[in-house]
């Protein structure tokens, strides 16, 4: 029997008495799922048009393929948006991404992807072959630091840069892609949201995305997606929200409905976090560290800085 941790039996209760899971899937290498039906005429369910005013020729991603998916798509999306989108919102999401898709090791459509000094010129590189990771730097210009006590290596790696709300709303068109039909009718002005590539419009108060990294070896190839959606006897918490683990990471953001998150107006939000049962060999590697990001500005972000820590086991010296 396990004995999980106080917190993590308190946040299960939790989400056990206020939801119900509507869509969940675990994504494996191979596997090919295709959202909603093809039938004619089709309808976009982001611009809310139909054939022939719109056309369907382009494989539509559920999730980017940018974490490693190449196989789950849908019928819901038009050319218009699936394009509005990729050179948007995914776009921009998966920069805010991209340090923890390296050093989990996510294969995307393009491999791992490299990180490297921002800006012209040369600079260190941080990159991932089958052999490993590989690290460049100049000698006036380190990017990590070796604790050979501690047994850690210390990085300082940059984001590309991002605009943080934009990258809230490539997390939101996940949840919105992924719920049924029916529910669509609950959220026509959060579609407009999303779609709309002004930034700088306020949608909702407050608007967290907890973020859980879980330390230690986990599968780089595997993604969950899970929808919840509030019951119908409780009303003092948002009507539904995402769950987005790959890698090292889980993310979880709400999915604002105006008309049914109508009941929390005024109100802050006190939710924990989704659960996370336990991470591999936390005598070893630590316990899961929950953050709360606020994707809330609406400016673009540069040169961000992300700190990133390995463990090793022993150093090699080898003859240059």
Request: net charge positive; glycine share 6%.
């Amino acid at each position: 029997m396990i004995d999980f941790p106080a917190a993590v039996v308190e946040a299960a209760d939790f989400y056990d008495k206020h939801y119900t899971g509507v869509w969940n899937v675990l994504l494996e290498p191979y596997m090919r799922l295709m959202l909603g039906n093809a039938e004619r005429p089709r309808h976009c369910r982001f611009c809310g048009k139909n054939e022939p005013a719109v056309t369907f020729r382009s494989k539509a991603h559920a999730l980017p393929a940018a974490f490693g998916n190449m196989e789950l798509f849908s019928n819901y999306e038009c050319d218009a948006c699936n394009h509005l989108f990729g050179d948007g919102i995914e776009n921009q999401l998966g920069n805010w991404t991209k340090p923890m898709r390296t050093l989990s090791r996510v294969s995307g459509r393009n491999g791992v992807p490299t990180i490297k000094k921002p800006g012209p010129g040369k600079g260190w590189r941080l990159e991932y072959s089958n052999t490993g990771f590989r690290v460049k730097e100049y000698e006036n210009e380190p990017s990590f630091e070796v604790d050979e006590k501690a047994r850690r290596v210390c990085f300082e790696l940059h984001r590309d840069t991002y605009t943080p709300v934009a990258a809230l709303k490539g997390l939101v068109k996940i949840g919105l892609t992924l719920i049924p039909d029916v529910e669509t009718q609950h959220f026509r002005e959060t579609y407009d949201w999303i779609r709309n590539t002004d930034h700088s419009r306020n949608f909702v108060a407050e608007f967290p995305v907890f973020r859980t990294f879980i330390p230690g070896p986990m599968p780089n190839d595997l993604v969950v997606l899970m929808l919840m959606r509030r019951r119908a006897e409780t009303d003092t918490v948002p009507y539904a929200f995402l769950v987005f683990a790959y890698g090292n990471e889980v993310l979880q953001v709400f999915l604002p409905s105006i008309f049914k998150d109508k009941c929390i107006n005024g109100k802050p939000l006190q939710l924990p976090a989704f659960p996370i049962p336990s991470a591999p060999n936390p005598a070893r590697y630590g316990k899961p560290i929950m953050t709360v990001e606020r994707l809330t500005g609406r400016e673009p972000v540069r040169g961000e800085k992300v700190p990133a820590a390995f463990g090793f086991d022993s150093i090699v010296w080898m003859k240059p």
